[in-house]
Antibody, heavy 119, light 112 residues
Framework: QVQLQESGPGLVKPSQTLSLTCTVS??????????WSWIRQPPGKGLEWIGY???????YYNPSLKSRVTISVDTSKNQFSLKLSSVTAADTAVYYC???????????WGQGTLVTVSS | DIVMTQTPLSLSVTPGQPASISCKSS???????????LYWYLQKPGQPPQLLIY???NRFSGVPDRFSGSGSGTDFTLKISRVEAEDVGVYYC?????????FGQGTKVEIK
């Protein structure tokens, strides 16, 4: 059974960098069959797609966040990570990592982690 | 970006009764490969979203057959034939024909 688990600080100060890691268990991130994604959800609001990474390292980011986002992969640890720079209160959200079968069909999700941007 | 518009934004349904949610996209979701990249997700309270329907009308593994999807081009519908208490939550449509993937605003379904 594949499991994804987000980890990282729950509180980030404005203008700093948000850093989260998603650890994948029960399956290899290097299998080549999937895209590994980050999606976020501000409190009480809808879902926003942030971007994805393939095990080879190729990425695609949402243009609305592109200048601030970096997604990386560490196949040796079976993890992928999200960095979002210059955060503001608008970046306060539950951040989910998820496995994409290739075309937006997300079959496994992490439970999500709330990141609050506040001084 | 492709804009996904759902209606209604909320729905109150008596158990055993049907429910229907509409999703309209700002561009056709029909790909040159013949597939239409429209998905439906359900987010139950306190949980991450879960995949219900892929490519308009295909139920994902384990999804009850009371859920069905239909539509083409830019107009899509999710139907629940007989709503059960466990169906409460927010339903989202999502397109993946063009990056970035985008979601509808969500439709909150509650039980009367």
């Amino acid at each position: 059974q594949v499991q994804l688990q987000e980890s990282g600080p729950g509180l980030v100060k404005p203008s700093q960098t948000l850093s989260l890691t998603c650890t994948v268990s029960g399956g290899s991130i290097s299998s080549g069959d999937y895209y590994w994604s980050w999606i976020r959800q501000p409190p009480g609001k809808g879902l926003e797609w942030i971007g994805y990474i393939y095990y080879s390292g190729s990425t695609y980011y949402n243009p609305s966040l592109k200048s601030r986002v970096t997604i990386s992969v560490d196949t040796s640890k079976n993890q992928f990570s999200l960095k979002l720079s210059s955060v503001t209160a608008a970046d306060t959200a539950v951040y989910y990592c998820a496995r994409d079968l290739g075309y937006g069909d997300y079959d496994y999700w992490g439970q999500g982690t709330l990141v609050t941007v506040s001084s | 970006d492709i804009v996904m518009t759902q209606t209604p934004l909320s729905l109150s349904v008596t158990p055993g009764q049907p429910a229907s949610i509409s999703c309209k996209s700002s561009q056709s979701l029909l790909h040159s490969d013949g597939k239409t990249y429209l998905y439906w997700y359900l987010q139950k309270p306190g949980q991450p979203p879960q995949l219900l329907i892929y490519e308009v009308s295909n139920r994902f593994s384990g999804v009850p057959d009371r859920f069905s999807g239909s539509g083409s081009g830019t107009d899509f519908t999710l139907k629940i034939s007989r709503v059960e208490a466990e169906d409460v939550g927010v339903y989202y449509c999502m397109q993946s024909i063009q990056l970035p993937w985008t979601f509808g605003q969500g439709t909150k379904v509650e039980i009367k």
